[in-house]
T-cell receptor, first 113, second 115 residues
Framework: GENVEQHPSTLSVQEGDSAVIKCTYSDSASNYFPWYKQELGKRPQLIIDIRSNVGEKKDQRIAVTLNKTAKHFSLHITETQPEDSAVYFCAASMANYGQNFVFGPGTRLSVLP | ETGVTQTPRHLVMGMTNKKSLKCEQHLGHNAMYWYKQSAKKPLELMFVYNFKEQTENNSVPSRFSPECPNSSHLFLHLHTLQPEDSALYLC??????????????FGPGTRLTVL
């Protein structure tokens, strides 16, 4: 089955700097890769996703890149702000009937003022 | 609010008790999920239902019993739990059809403590 690894487990950056979180997956059949953000005491929420037919996707300060050959994908946050502080989870799945996500262990991002 | 509600929000139970967690989605989705969130495994998929049919059971112990009477409601029946089952139990739902068929919407969770 699918196995998703995520690094680093914790990340601290100064406000305004960039943050990068990396994930690797094992199943080459996976073709959908979402990123979820979970603020303290709140539910996970989708922030961006990418499908295997795309190499990069951007939404304002957030971008995701995918390398299918190497089976890794990354989340990039630019101009970080204190409200970006949260736990970020990557996931991998096959975008077909039934979305059985396999989540990574999460990265706790702290943006220091 | 994401349109997914869970009750109760907090539950304390003894190992011999029987309780149930409830999830309801108001989004017209046709797939629902139970996740366990703990310090050891932050987001662990337990059960998946598509169109009320269980399609996934990730080796979950039989002391957890899911029930999906319709595509809007999902239950997790608990009995003879162990202290290590203490965790946040999250429910989620998704559309499973284009265009946004992949996004899972999570409920607020039930914080379960087993004494």
């Amino acid at each position: 089955g699918e196995n998703v690894e995520q690094h680093p487990s914790t990340l601290s950056v100064q406000e305004g700097d960039s943050a990068v979180i990396k994930c690797t997956y094992s199943d080459s059949a996976s073709n959908y890769f979402p990123w979820y953000k979970q603020e303290l005491g709140k539910r996970p929420q989708l922030i961006i996703d990418i499908r295997s037919n795309v190499g990069e996707k951007k939404d304002q300060r957030i971008a995701v890149t995918l390398n299918k050959t190497a089976k890794h994908f990354s989340l990039h946050i630019t101009e970080t702000q204190p409200e970006d502080s949260a736990v970020y989870f990557c996931a991998a799945s096959m975008a077909n009937y039934g979305q059985n996500f396999v989540f990574g262990p999460g990265t706790r991002l702290s943006v220091l003022p | 609010e994401t349109g997914v509600t869970q009750t109760p929000r907090h539950l304390v139970m003894g190992m011999t008790n029987k309780k149930s967690l409830k999830c309801e989605q108001h989004l017209g989705h046709n797939a629902m999920y139970w996740y366990k969130q703990s310090a050891k495994k932050p987001l662990e998929l337990m059960f998946v239902y598509n169109f009320k049919e269980q399609t996934e059971n990730n080796s979950v112990p039989s002391r957890f019993s899911p029930e999906c009477p319709n595509s809007s409601h999902l239950f997790l029946h608990l009995h003879t739990l162990q202290p290590e089952d203490s965790a946040l139990y999250l429910c989620a739902s998704s559309r499973n059809s284009p265009p946004s068929y992949n996004e899972q919407f999570f409920g607020p969770g039930t914080r379960l403590t087993v004494l």
